[in-house]
């Protein structure tokens, strides 16, 4: 039996990008990969040249754009339709040969090979040449390949589907390898023309924090607390009280959670949605006054999205509970934001999200409540956790103190965390390593789901 950590004296590259949350998220939870050096982030490391960061600059305006556009009434839904269009992802039936590059893939390339990014990046991991690279974004990856890095090169998908983007211009001739998110990624990237051989299925890299290694300590623990206050009634528990003894057992089933009902609500890396946050806040204002709730208000690194939040809650009455039931989370940088993230997460009963990479966290056993997605490949995120059975489409937010609690006396939120628990995988973090290290997995295969 080997040890599911790091080795010390073997190490990867491990590079993301910081545009948005969901690439950066996921090196953070590889970190051990990377040793005290921590992860590259390939749009802005010490000594990037300017050229290369105008061009990474352009790259996230766009993305940061379309994502504010979206709310704006009449000409916001036209216009992120436009801009969307450019990374769409094209339906998966009928099944065809998708493997002619996009668009995308041939302006990616062009900058790459005609005006040289990603070349200085590549240069300085040849300083340790005997690392492989891993990269949760494509621009790294390709760029590697194009500057003949000369150790192995892997890229971690991280959605539940993906656009022709992420695969090479000639995916047959690449030697780049794929940690798939799940089995409609693995499909996918057989359609876009890449071998099977260099696809990997691992589920999403999550921070081993919250997983507690192969038997899922701190997973069955959290659980146990959450279905305390996500089935209230008990009707959930009492229904299938046999599976659950079977799956935690006595040790994992307190008779009474260690916090009170919780809810996180996260916007995006563009700050988009906050207003939904306040909404939600509106609705249970009587609760939270109560403490019969607690809510925590997620603005990540972004100080005018935390100061929004602030002032929002001080007009809606409730200054009083900042800092009590209503707890607004902003980190000083983004390491400290996922670190601070994880530590929210263990109380967290219920995620309030648009359909991110956070969507893979229903695996954890929490239940998802789903914003509007931002993006197509939002929608199929939203699609996958749907199949699952770990979230469901928000209701109207004015009416939250209804609908959602209606939801918990029905045990219906308790299923939906259960359902993310046995269906969502949970340990690419620990299978990512495996493959890394060549070594035999003593984990099983995610499941397939579509």
Known sequence: MHSHAAPKNKRAWVVAVDMGYGHERAAYAL?????????????????????????????????ETISRLKPLPVIGPYVFEVLDSLQRIPQFYPRRDLSEPSLQVRQTYSLIEKRGLGRDLVERLREHPDRPLVSTFFIPAFAAEIYDY?????????????????????????????????????ERLKLYGVPEKNIFLTGFPMPKELIGGPGSSIIKRDMGNRLCNLDPSGAFRMRYAETLDLFLGNKYCPAKADHPLTITFCVGGAGAQKQLGINICKSLRRRLKHHDVQINLVAGVRAEVARFFRDEVKTLGLGKELGKSINVMLAEDRPAYFREFSQTLRATDLLWTKPSELSFYTGLGIPLILAPSVGSQEDFNRLWLQQVGGGVAQNDERYTDEWLFDWLQSGGLARMAWNGFIEAPTHGTYRIEDVIFKRPSELEAPSMIV
């Open 31 to 63: 970190r051990d990969l990377a040793g005290p050096q921590g992860y590259i982030i390939a749009n802005n490391y010490p000594g990037i040249p300017r050229e290369d960061k105008r061009m990474w600059h352009e790259g996230k305006s766009v993305y």
């Open 150 to 186: 000369p150790n192995d090169i892997y890229m971690v998908v991280c959605d539940a589907d993906m656009s022709r983007a992420w695969v090479a211009k000639d995916p047959k001739k690449s030697r780049i390898k794929y940690f798939a998110s799940n089995g409609r990624v693995v």
